[in-house]
């Protein structure tokens, strides 16, 4: 089960996400994404609540991030649980995304 609360400003967009990103949520979280209205500079994945991450979650989060940039928006994947965080750095996706894009909670 996946939870995505939205909450925004005049160009940025924060979507607070809950549960799990896996092969059963990921139609849910793309489809989030590509209903972000136009005009955005900013959206902001918040992790916080997100307890696991399978391979298809990170596959559509790297095409969900590579989507948005091509829109000139800038992507941050904030407040990173440190457990998904190791996952991440273990597959390398911050060097592959750009590491300034992505945030771990100590």
């Known amino acids: ?26 139609d849910q979280f793309r489809l989030s994404v590509e209903r972000l209205p136009d005009g955005l500079t900013e959206v902001d994945l918040d992790f916080f609540g997100i307890e696991f ?15 948005l940039r091509e829109r000139e928006i800038r992507v941050m994947v904030i407040r990173i649980p440190k ?17 300034e894009s992505f945030e771990c909670l100590d």
């Open 1 to 26: 089960m996946l939870e995505i609360a939205t909450s925004s400003g005049k160009s940025l967009i924060c979507l607070k996400m809950s549960g799990e990103l896996d092969i059963s949520t990921v």
């Open 53 to 67: 991450v399978d391979s298809t979650g990170i596959g559509t989060l790297i095409k969900v991030m590579n989507d």
């Open 83 to 99: 457990e998904i965080y190791e996952v991440f750095d273990l597959l390398s996706i911050p060097e592959l995304m750009g590491e």
